[in-house]
Protein backbone atom coordinates (compact mmCIF):
# COMPACT_ATOMS: atom_id res chain seq x y z
CA UNK A 1 0.00 0.00 0.00
CA UNK A 2 2.97 2.63 0.81
CA UNK A 3 4.65 2.33 -2.42
CA UNK A 4 1.15 1.99 -4.50
CA UNK A 5 1.39 5.26 -6.73
CA UNK A 6 -2.67 5.60 -7.57
CA UNK A 7 -3.33 5.34 -10.89
CA UNK A 8 -3.92 8.50 -12.27
CA UNK A 9 -6.82 9.72 -14.87
CA UNK A 10 -6.20 6.53 -17.12
CA UNK A 11 -7.33 4.18 -14.60
CA UNK A 12 -10.89 2.99 -15.58
CA UNK A 13 -10.98 0.07 -12.86
CA UNK A 14 -11.40 0.74 -9.09
CA UNK A 15 -11.00 -3.21 -8.48
CA UNK A 16 -10.99 -4.46 -5.25
CA UNK A 17 -7.55 -6.47 -4.43
CA UNK A 18 -7.48 -10.06 -4.62
CA UNK A 19 -4.16 -10.45 -2.75
CA UNK A 20 -2.61 -7.82 -0.82
CA UNK A 21 1.16 -8.16 -0.12
CA UNK A 22 2.23 -5.68 2.88
CA UNK A 23 6.08 -5.56 3.83
CA UNK A 24 7.33 -8.88 2.52
CA UNK A 25 10.51 -9.67 3.60
CA UNK A 26 11.74 -12.99 2.71
CA UNK A 27 15.29 -14.68 1.03
CA UNK A 28 17.87 -17.72 1.35
CA UNK A 29 20.20 -18.79 3.87
CA UNK A 30 21.34 -15.82 5.43
CA UNK A 31 20.44 -12.69 3.09
CA UNK A 32 16.84 -11.15 2.50
CA UNK A 33 16.29 -11.07 -1.57
CA UNK A 34 12.85 -9.06 -0.63
CA UNK A 35 13.40 -6.58 1.61
CA UNK A 36 9.42 -5.02 2.44
CA UNK A 37 7.47 -5.75 -0.84
CA UNK A 38 3.93 -3.63 -0.92
CA UNK A 39 1.72 -4.65 -3.72
CA UNK A 40 -1.93 -5.43 -4.46
CA UNK A 41 -3.57 -7.50 -7.00
CA UNK A 42 -6.72 -6.35 -8.93
CA UNK A 43 -9.08 -9.09 -9.06
CA UNK A 44 -10.23 -9.84 -12.55
CA UNK A 45 -6.97 -8.41 -14.17
CA UNK A 46 -3.28 -8.97 -15.29
CA UNK A 47 -0.53 -7.66 -12.62
CA UNK A 48 3.14 -8.18 -14.30
CA UNK A 49 5.91 -7.73 -12.31
CA UNK A 50 8.56 -6.60 -14.08
CA UNK A 51 12.44 -6.16 -12.95
CA UNK A 52 16.33 -6.52 -13.82
CA UNK A 53 17.61 -9.62 -12.94
CA UNK A 54 17.90 -10.21 -9.04
CA UNK A 55 15.13 -7.89 -8.46
CA UNK A 56 13.27 -11.11 -6.58
CA UNK A 57 10.50 -11.48 -9.04
CA UNK A 58 10.90 -15.55 -8.51
CA UNK A 59 11.51 -15.15 -5.14
CA UNK A 60 8.10 -13.20 -5.26
CA UNK A 61 6.05 -15.89 -6.68
CA UNK A 62 7.94 -18.54 -4.59
CA UNK A 63 6.66 -17.10 -1.43
CA UNK A 64 2.93 -16.06 -2.50
CA UNK A 65 3.29 -19.83 -3.41
CA UNK A 66 4.33 -20.99 0.40
CA UNK A 67 7.55 -22.52 -1.15
CA UNK A 68 9.58 -20.13 0.38
CA UNK A 69 8.47 -18.69 4.19
CA UNK A 70 8.86 -15.26 4.67
CA UNK A 71 9.93 -13.71 8.01
CA UNK A 72 7.97 -10.83 7.73
CA UNK A 73 5.03 -9.65 6.26
CA UNK A 74 1.63 -10.23 5.38
CA UNK A 75 -0.09 -11.80 2.28
CA UNK A 76 -3.84 -11.64 2.45
CA UNK A 77 -6.68 -13.09 0.40
CA UNK A 78 -9.69 -13.12 1.44
CA UNK A 79 -9.06 -12.02 5.29
CA UNK A 80 -6.77 -15.19 5.45
CA UNK A 81 -2.52 -14.53 5.43
CA UNK A 82 -1.13 -16.97 3.44
CA UNK A 83 2.71 -16.26 4.77
CA UNK A 84 3.31 -19.00 7.18
CA UNK A 85 1.17 -21.57 5.35
CA UNK A 86 2.49 -24.82 3.34
CA UNK A 87 2.10 -25.07 -0.62
CA UNK A 88 -0.08 -27.31 -0.14
CA UNK A 89 -2.95 -24.79 2.09
CA UNK A 90 -2.07 -22.00 -0.12
CA UNK A 91 -2.66 -24.59 -3.48
CA UNK A 92 -6.24 -24.97 -1.72
CA UNK A 93 -6.94 -21.62 -0.77
CA UNK A 94 -6.98 -21.21 -4.79
CA UNK A 95 -3.30 -20.37 -5.27
CA UNK A 96 -1.77 -21.97 -8.65
CA UNK A 97 1.43 -21.41 -10.00
CA UNK A 98 2.93 -22.37 -13.71
CA UNK A 99 6.51 -22.50 -12.77
CA UNK A 100 9.11 -21.02 -14.72
CA UNK A 101 10.69 -24.19 -16.08
CA UNK A 102 9.16 -26.90 -18.57
CA UNK A 103 7.17 -29.18 -16.16
CA UNK A 104 5.10 -31.49 -17.78
CA UNK A 105 5.77 -35.09 -17.29
CA UNK A 106 6.91 -35.78 -21.25
CA UNK A 107 6.29 -39.41 -21.28
CA UNK A 108 1.97 -39.12 -20.37
CA UNK A 109 -0.22 -37.75 -22.54
CA UNK A 110 -1.47 -34.51 -22.92
CA UNK A 111 -5.06 -35.05 -21.06
CA UNK A 112 -2.89 -36.63 -18.44
CA UNK A 113 -1.28 -34.26 -17.93
CA UNK A 114 -4.09 -31.55 -17.61
CA UNK A 115 -6.06 -34.17 -15.41
CA UNK A 116 -2.72 -33.78 -12.84
CA UNK A 117 -3.91 -30.11 -11.89
CA UNK A 118 -6.74 -31.68 -10.50
CA UNK A 119 -5.16 -34.30 -8.18
CA UNK A 120 -7.02 -32.35 -5.24
CA UNK A 121 -10.18 -32.95 -6.33
CA UNK A 122 -11.84 -35.92 -5.00
CA UNK A 123 -14.72 -35.53 -7.06
CA UNK A 124 -13.90 -37.51 -10.44
CA UNK A 125 -17.14 -35.99 -12.35
CA UNK A 126 -15.78 -32.67 -11.40
CA UNK A 127 -12.48 -33.46 -12.85
CA UNK A 128 -14.43 -34.39 -16.04
CA UNK A 129 -16.41 -31.46 -16.13
CA UNK A 130 -13.28 -28.96 -15.64
CA UNK A 131 -11.60 -30.59 -18.60
CA UNK A 132 -14.32 -30.03 -20.56
CA UNK A 133 -14.14 -26.46 -19.59
CA UNK A 134 -10.64 -25.82 -20.35
CA UNK A 135 -10.45 -27.79 -23.45
CA UNK A 136 -13.52 -24.82 -24.54
CA UNK A 137 -10.71 -22.25 -23.81
CA UNK A 138 -7.95 -23.82 -25.37
CA UNK A 139 -9.44 -26.53 -28.22
CA UNK A 140 -6.28 -26.96 -29.67
CA UNK A 141 -5.10 -28.23 -26.45
CA UNK A 142 -8.16 -31.14 -27.16
CA UNK A 143 -6.42 -31.18 -30.39
CA UNK A 144 -3.29 -32.65 -28.72
CA UNK A 145 -4.80 -35.05 -25.60
CA UNK A 146 -3.67 -38.39 -26.97
CA UNK A 147 0.31 -37.15 -27.53
CA UNK A 148 3.05 -37.31 -25.61
CA UNK A 149 3.60 -34.14 -23.92
CA UNK A 150 7.40 -34.50 -24.58
CA UNK A 151 5.93 -34.53 -28.49
CA UNK A 152 5.25 -30.84 -28.41
CA UNK A 153 6.86 -27.89 -28.84
CA UNK A 154 8.28 -25.31 -26.02
CA UNK A 155 5.07 -22.99 -26.96
CA UNK A 156 2.27 -25.83 -27.16
CA UNK A 157 3.89 -27.15 -23.73
CA UNK A 158 3.46 -23.80 -22.22
CA UNK A 159 -0.24 -24.00 -23.28
CA UNK A 160 -0.61 -27.36 -21.36
CA UNK A 161 0.91 -26.49 -18.14
CA UNK A 162 -1.51 -23.41 -18.47
CA UNK A 163 -4.25 -25.66 -18.99
CA UNK A 164 -3.51 -27.82 -16.08
CA UNK A 165 -3.45 -24.73 -13.74
CA UNK A 166 -6.72 -23.96 -14.74
CA UNK A 167 -7.87 -27.30 -13.59
CA UNK A 168 -8.58 -25.85 -9.75
CA UNK A 169 -10.06 -22.71 -11.10
CA UNK A 170 -7.46 -20.85 -9.30
CA UNK A 171 -8.74 -17.31 -7.58
CA UNK A 172 -5.43 -16.15 -8.75
CA UNK A 173 -3.05 -17.79 -10.92
CA UNK A 174 1.00 -17.02 -10.70
CA UNK A 175 2.97 -17.27 -14.19
CA UNK A 176 6.24 -17.35 -13.60
CA UNK A 177 8.23 -16.21 -17.07
CA UNK A 178 6.33 -17.93 -19.37
CA UNK A 179 8.16 -16.33 -22.15
CA UNK A 180 11.57 -17.69 -21.05
CA UNK A 181 13.02 -20.06 -23.83
CA UNK A 182 10.99 -19.61 -26.31
CA UNK A 183 10.75 -17.89 -29.87
CA UNK A 184 9.97 -14.31 -30.23
CA UNK A 185 7.35 -15.92 -32.75
CA UNK A 186 5.69 -18.40 -29.81
CA UNK A 187 5.44 -15.73 -27.58
CA UNK A 188 2.68 -14.12 -29.51
CA UNK A 189 0.71 -17.48 -29.10
CA UNK A 190 1.50 -17.67 -25.42
CA UNK A 191 0.05 -14.14 -24.57
CA UNK A 192 -2.88 -14.56 -26.20
CA UNK A 193 -3.46 -17.75 -24.46
CA UNK A 194 -2.92 -15.37 -21.08
CA UNK A 195 -5.16 -12.78 -22.20
CA UNK A 196 -7.39 -15.59 -22.97
CA UNK A 197 -7.20 -16.94 -19.40
CA UNK A 198 -7.82 -13.94 -18.05
CA UNK A 199 -11.09 -12.82 -20.54
CA UNK A 200 -12.47 -16.02 -19.02
CA UNK A 201 -12.40 -14.55 -15.68
CA UNK A 202 -8.93 -15.85 -13.97
CA UNK A 203 -6.86 -12.98 -11.83
CA UNK A 204 -3.66 -13.16 -12.86
CA UNK A 205 0.06 -12.83 -11.53
CA UNK A 206 2.42 -12.76 -14.13
CA UNK A 207 6.07 -12.32 -13.79
CA UNK A 208 8.39 -11.30 -16.93
CA UNK A 209 11.38 -10.61 -18.16
CA UNK A 210 10.23 -9.10 -21.46
CA UNK A 211 9.09 -5.99 -19.79
CA UNK A 212 7.43 -4.28 -22.98
CA UNK A 213 5.39 -7.15 -24.10
CA UNK A 214 4.33 -7.74 -20.21
CA UNK A 215 3.58 -4.74 -19.11
CA UNK A 216 1.44 -3.97 -22.39
CA UNK A 217 -0.76 -7.18 -21.82
CA UNK A 218 -1.32 -6.23 -18.23
CA UNK A 219 -3.81 -4.00 -16.24
CA UNK A 220 -1.35 -3.30 -13.81
CA UNK A 221 2.34 -2.84 -13.56
CA UNK A 222 5.15 -3.53 -11.22
CA UNK A 223 9.13 -2.91 -11.28
CA UNK A 224 10.94 -4.45 -8.74
CA UNK A 225 14.56 -4.19 -8.29
CA UNK A 226 16.93 -4.94 -5.09
CA UNK A 227 13.97 -6.51 -3.36
CA UNK A 228 11.80 -3.64 -3.29
CA UNK A 229 8.54 -2.23 -5.41
CA UNK A 230 10.17 0.69 -7.11
CA UNK A 231 7.61 2.01 -9.22
CA UNK A 232 3.47 0.97 -9.85
CA UNK A 233 0.60 1.73 -11.66
CA UNK A 234 -1.57 0.79 -14.37
CA UNK A 235 -0.07 -1.38 -17.34
CA UNK A 236 0.67 1.42 -19.63
CA UNK A 237 1.74 4.43 -16.34
CA UNK A 238 4.25 2.00 -16.01
CA UNK A 239 5.41 1.23 -19.12
CA UNK A 240 5.79 5.19 -20.03
CA UNK A 241 7.60 5.71 -17.28
CA UNK A 242 10.78 7.30 -17.99
CA UNK A 243 12.34 5.58 -14.34
CA UNK A 244 12.11 2.54 -15.77
CA UNK A 245 15.01 2.03 -17.61
CA UNK A 246 17.21 3.91 -14.76
CA UNK A 247 15.91 1.09 -12.41
CA UNK A 248 16.84 -1.68 -15.28
CA UNK A 249 20.30 -0.08 -16.07
CA UNK A 250 21.52 1.53 -12.80
CA UNK A 251 21.57 5.52 -12.14
CA UNK A 252 17.85 5.43 -10.69
CA UNK A 253 17.32 8.90 -8.62
CA UNK A 254 16.09 7.23 -5.60
CA UNK A 255 17.69 4.31 -3.99
CA UNK A 256 16.87 2.48 -2.09
CA UNK B 1 45.39 2.98 -26.57
CA UNK B 2 45.67 -0.31 -28.22
CA UNK B 3 43.22 -3.41 -28.01
CA UNK B 4 44.64 -5.85 -25.55
CA UNK B 5 41.78 -8.37 -26.34
CA UNK B 6 39.72 -8.58 -29.81
CA UNK B 7 37.22 -10.55 -31.28
CA UNK B 8 36.20 -9.97 -35.01
CA UNK B 9 32.85 -10.86 -36.40
CA UNK B 10 33.11 -14.29 -33.97
CA UNK B 11 29.83 -16.78 -34.85
CA UNK B 12 28.44 -19.89 -32.86
CA UNK B 13 25.37 -21.98 -32.54
CA UNK B 14 24.63 -24.26 -30.50
CA UNK B 15 22.41 -26.65 -32.82
CA UNK B 16 19.94 -23.99 -34.53
CA UNK B 17 20.19 -21.59 -31.70
CA UNK B 18 22.48 -18.91 -32.93
CA UNK B 19 24.63 -17.82 -29.60
CA UNK B 20 26.77 -15.12 -31.20
CA UNK B 21 26.11 -13.55 -34.69
CA UNK B 22 29.00 -11.47 -35.66
CA UNK B 23 30.37 -10.39 -32.40
CA UNK B 24 32.92 -8.23 -32.20
CA UNK B 25 34.31 -6.59 -29.29
CA UNK B 26 37.78 -4.85 -28.02
CA UNK B 27 39.16 -4.80 -24.64
CA UNK B 28 41.91 -1.95 -24.42
CA UNK B 29 44.89 -2.28 -22.36
CA UNK B 30 44.98 -1.44 -18.62
CA UNK B 31 41.11 -0.94 -18.83
CA UNK B 32 38.02 -2.54 -16.76
CA UNK B 33 35.70 -3.41 -19.57
CA UNK B 34 32.18 -4.56 -18.80
CA UNK B 35 30.33 -7.22 -20.84
CA UNK B 36 26.43 -6.88 -20.41
CA UNK B 37 23.05 -8.07 -21.88
CA UNK B 38 19.92 -9.62 -21.11
CA UNK B 39 19.87 -13.71 -20.02
CA UNK B 40 20.87 -15.38 -22.72
CA UNK B 41 22.35 -12.92 -24.59
CA UNK B 42 25.47 -14.49 -25.22
CA UNK B 43 27.89 -12.94 -22.73
CA UNK B 44 29.37 -16.72 -20.97
CA UNK B 45 29.38 -18.32 -24.54
CA UNK B 46 31.96 -15.09 -25.88
CA UNK B 47 33.81 -15.64 -22.58
CA UNK B 48 33.98 -19.57 -23.89
CA UNK B 49 34.48 -18.59 -27.33
CA UNK B 50 37.60 -16.40 -25.72
CA UNK B 51 38.90 -19.12 -23.59
CA UNK B 52 38.87 -21.77 -25.79
CA UNK B 53 36.34 -23.96 -24.06
CA UNK B 54 33.46 -23.42 -27.46
CA UNK B 55 35.25 -23.33 -31.03
CA UNK B 56 33.94 -20.29 -33.16
CA UNK B 57 32.35 -21.14 -36.21
CA UNK B 58 33.82 -18.09 -37.98
CA UNK B 59 35.56 -15.00 -36.73
CA UNK B 60 38.97 -14.43 -35.09
CA UNK B 61 40.29 -13.79 -31.52
CA UNK B 62 42.75 -11.91 -30.95
CA UNK B 63 44.93 -11.26 -27.77
CA UNK B 64 47.68 -7.83 -28.73
CA UNK B 65 48.55 -9.00 -32.01
CA UNK B 66 48.44 -13.08 -31.87
CA UNK B 67 45.41 -14.78 -33.52
CA UNK B 68 44.67 -17.42 -31.12
CA UNK B 69 41.20 -18.38 -32.51
CA UNK B 70 39.88 -21.63 -31.52
CA UNK B 71 43.51 -21.94 -29.38
CA UNK B 72 43.38 -24.76 -26.65
CA UNK B 73 42.06 -23.25 -23.01
CA UNK B 74 45.30 -24.71 -21.49
CA UNK B 75 47.11 -22.80 -24.25
CA UNK B 76 44.93 -19.46 -23.93
CA UNK B 77 45.58 -19.46 -20.27
CA UNK B 78 49.20 -20.14 -21.07
CA UNK B 79 49.19 -17.02 -23.09
CA UNK B 80 47.94 -14.67 -20.57
CA UNK B 81 44.16 -15.25 -20.54
CA UNK B 82 42.84 -16.31 -17.06
CA UNK B 83 38.92 -16.33 -16.35
CA UNK B 84 36.76 -17.19 -12.93
CA UNK B 85 34.06 -20.16 -13.75
CA UNK B 86 30.86 -18.79 -11.33
CA UNK B 87 32.40 -21.22 -8.76
CA UNK B 88 32.46 -24.05 -10.93
CA UNK B 89 36.06 -24.60 -10.79
CA UNK B 90 37.04 -24.96 -7.01
CA UNK B 91 37.52 -27.96 -5.26
CA UNK B 92 35.28 -28.27 -2.57
CA UNK B 93 37.42 -31.19 -0.41
CA UNK B 94 40.69 -29.33 -1.15
CA UNK B 95 41.58 -26.71 1.59
CA UNK B 96 41.91 -23.33 -0.03
CA UNK B 97 45.72 -23.89 -0.01
CA UNK B 98 45.68 -26.62 -1.84
CA UNK B 99 42.73 -25.00 -4.46
CA UNK B 100 45.99 -22.47 -5.20
CA UNK B 101 48.76 -24.49 -5.54
CA UNK B 102 46.25 -26.58 -8.16
CA UNK B 103 45.97 -23.03 -9.87
CA UNK B 104 49.53 -22.78 -9.88
CA UNK B 105 50.73 -26.04 -11.37
CA UNK B 106 52.91 -24.54 -14.21
CA UNK B 107 54.94 -22.21 -11.63
CA UNK B 108 56.22 -24.46 -8.84
CA UNK B 109 58.95 -22.42 -7.99
CA UNK B 110 57.58 -20.64 -4.66
CA UNK B 111 54.14 -20.89 -5.07
CA UNK B 112 53.41 -21.45 -1.92
CA UNK B 113 54.51 -17.93 -0.85
CA UNK B 114 52.72 -16.19 -3.65
CA UNK B 115 49.66 -17.81 -3.07
CA UNK B 116 49.05 -16.85 0.49
CA UNK B 117 50.18 -13.35 -0.88
CA UNK B 118 47.41 -13.82 -3.18
CA UNK B 119 44.80 -14.83 -0.35
CA UNK B 120 46.52 -11.72 1.62
CA UNK B 121 45.68 -9.27 -0.88
CA UNK B 122 42.06 -10.83 -0.98
CA UNK B 123 41.74 -10.98 2.32
CA UNK B 124 41.30 -15.11 3.14
CA UNK B 125 44.51 -16.06 3.73
CA UNK B 126 43.07 -16.69 7.31
CA UNK B 127 40.88 -19.79 5.58
CA UNK B 128 43.87 -20.77 3.85
CA UNK B 129 43.31 -24.75 6.00
CA UNK B 130 40.13 -24.30 5.89
CA UNK B 131 38.42 -27.10 3.29
CA UNK B 132 37.04 -24.83 0.37
CA UNK B 133 33.78 -26.17 0.50
CA UNK B 134 33.33 -25.23 4.40
CA UNK B 135 33.70 -21.38 3.05
CA UNK B 136 30.54 -19.36 2.84
CA UNK B 137 29.28 -17.50 -0.84
CA UNK B 138 31.14 -15.12 -0.43
CA UNK B 139 34.64 -16.42 0.49
CA UNK B 140 34.36 -18.73 -1.96
CA UNK B 141 34.02 -15.79 -4.61
CA UNK B 142 37.25 -14.57 -2.82
CA UNK B 143 38.82 -17.61 -3.64
CA UNK B 144 37.36 -17.64 -6.94
CA UNK B 145 38.88 -14.29 -7.56
CA UNK B 146 42.37 -15.35 -5.83
CA UNK B 147 42.57 -18.80 -7.13
CA UNK B 148 42.74 -16.53 -11.20
CA UNK B 149 45.48 -14.54 -9.84
CA UNK B 150 48.24 -17.40 -9.14
CA UNK B 151 48.85 -17.26 -13.32
CA UNK B 152 49.37 -13.57 -13.12
CA UNK B 153 47.37 -13.11 -16.40
CA UNK B 154 47.60 -10.35 -18.48
CA UNK B 155 43.94 -9.98 -18.45
CA UNK B 156 41.16 -11.40 -16.29
CA UNK B 157 37.56 -12.54 -17.32
CA UNK B 158 35.37 -12.55 -14.50
CA UNK B 159 32.20 -14.24 -14.62
CA UNK B 160 29.48 -12.43 -12.22
CA UNK B 161 32.19 -11.57 -9.71
CA UNK B 162 29.61 -10.06 -7.73
CA UNK B 163 26.76 -12.81 -8.04
CA UNK B 164 25.12 -12.72 -4.80
CA UNK B 165 26.88 -11.64 -2.73
CA UNK B 166 26.35 -8.34 0.28
CA UNK B 167 26.81 -5.21 -0.62
CA UNK B 168 30.22 -4.64 1.81
CA UNK B 169 31.56 -7.65 0.03
CA UNK B 170 31.04 -6.00 -3.78
CA UNK B 171 32.87 -2.96 -2.48
CA UNK B 172 35.67 -4.97 -1.33
CA UNK B 173 35.52 -7.14 -4.59
CA UNK B 174 35.10 -4.14 -6.49
CA UNK B 175 38.26 -1.98 -4.65
CA UNK B 176 40.40 -5.34 -5.35
CA UNK B 177 39.50 -4.63 -9.01
CA UNK B 178 40.71 -1.33 -8.93
CA UNK B 179 43.80 -2.09 -7.18
CA UNK B 180 44.53 -5.02 -9.44
CA UNK B 181 44.13 -2.69 -12.48
CA UNK B 182 45.99 0.54 -11.37
CA UNK B 183 48.86 -2.10 -11.23
CA UNK B 184 48.39 -2.76 -14.82
CA UNK B 185 46.09 -5.56 -15.02
CA UNK B 186 43.30 -5.56 -17.57
CA UNK B 187 39.82 -6.83 -16.71
CA UNK B 188 36.44 -8.12 -18.68
CA UNK B 189 33.85 -8.40 -16.35
CA UNK B 190 30.44 -10.46 -17.37
CA UNK B 191 27.93 -9.07 -14.81
CA UNK B 192 24.63 -8.46 -13.81
CA UNK B 193 24.83 -5.51 -10.96
CA UNK B 194 24.51 -2.53 -12.47
CA UNK B 195 25.86 -0.23 -9.88
CA UNK B 196 28.50 -2.31 -9.82
CA UNK B 197 29.19 -2.35 -13.53
CA UNK B 198 28.61 1.29 -14.26
CA UNK B 199 30.68 1.92 -11.78
CA UNK B 200 33.66 0.24 -12.07
CA UNK B 201 34.09 -0.09 -15.87
CA UNK B 202 35.78 2.72 -17.70
CA UNK B 203 34.16 0.92 -21.27
CA UNK B 204 30.96 -1.22 -21.14
CA UNK B 205 29.71 -3.60 -23.63
CA UNK B 206 26.15 -4.41 -24.87
CA UNK B 207 25.03 -7.80 -26.11
CA UNK B 208 21.64 -8.70 -27.22
CA UNK B 209 20.86 -12.04 -29.49
CA UNK B 210 24.44 -12.32 -29.47
CA UNK B 211 25.51 -9.49 -31.26
CA UNK B 212 26.89 -5.70 -29.93
CA UNK B 213 24.11 -3.13 -29.55
CA UNK B 214 26.41 -0.77 -28.35
CA UNK B 215 29.87 0.30 -26.89
CA UNK B 216 31.49 2.72 -24.80
CA UNK B 217 31.55 4.77 -21.60
CA UNK B 218 28.71 3.53 -18.76
CA UNK B 219 26.79 6.74 -18.74
CA UNK B 220 26.54 6.99 -22.38
CA UNK B 221 25.83 3.27 -22.62
CA UNK B 222 23.16 3.81 -19.89
CA UNK B 223 21.15 6.04 -21.95
CA UNK B 224 21.33 4.55 -24.98
CA UNK B 225 18.06 3.66 -26.92
CA UNK B 226 19.33 0.18 -28.25
CA UNK B 227 20.50 -0.64 -24.66
CA UNK B 228 16.84 -0.13 -23.02
CA UNK B 229 15.13 -1.97 -25.88
CA UNK B 230 17.88 -4.97 -25.47
CA UNK B 231 17.12 -5.00 -21.81
CA UNK B 232 12.75 -4.33 -21.63
CA UNK B 233 12.49 -6.04 -24.27
CA UNK B 234 10.72 -6.64 -28.09
CA UNK B 235 6.92 -5.08 -27.61
CA UNK B 236 5.61 -8.23 -29.60
CA UNK B 237 2.49 -6.57 -29.79
CA UNK B 238 2.45 -3.69 -32.47
CA UNK B 239 5.24 -5.17 -34.22
CA UNK B 240 6.73 -2.28 -35.73
CA UNK B 241 10.19 -1.68 -37.50
CA UNK B 242 12.50 -0.29 -35.10
CA UNK B 243 13.64 3.57 -36.84
CA UNK B 244 17.28 2.04 -35.83
CA UNK B 245 19.54 4.27 -37.08
CA UNK B 246 17.06 7.19 -38.06
CA UNK B 247 16.89 9.13 -34.70
CA UNK B 248 20.25 7.78 -32.12
CA UNK B 249 20.02 10.08 -29.49
Known amino acids: ?256 | MTALLRTEGVHKAFGGVRALDTCTIEVDEGTVAGLIGPNGSGKTTLFNVITGYNKADAGEVYLADRRITNSAPDKVFALGIGRTFQLTRIFPSLTVMENMLVASQHSRTGARKRAMEQLEFIGIAGYHAALAGTLSYGQRKLLELAYVLVADPAIILLDEPAGGVNLSLVNHIANRIRELNAAGKTFLIVEHNMEFVMGLCDQVTVLDSGTVVAAGPPDIVRTDRRVLDAYLGEDIEEPEDDPDSAEDE
Not at chain 1, 95 to 111: A, C, G, I, W, Y
Not at chain 1, 146 to 175: I, T, W, Y
Open chain 1, 1 to 256: MTEQQAGGPGTSTTARSVLKIDGLVAGYGGGDVLRGVSLEVAEGGITCVVGPNGAGKSTLMAAISGLLRPRLGSMVMDGQDLAGRSPRQILRLGVVQVPQNHSLFRDMTVRENVELGGYILSDRSLTARRLAAVFEIFPQIAGWSGQKAGSLSGGQQRLVEFARALMLEPQLLLLDEPSMGLAPKILRSVFDAIRQINAAGTTILLVEQNARAGLRLSTNGVVMENGRVRLSGTGREVLENPEIGALYLGGAVSSG
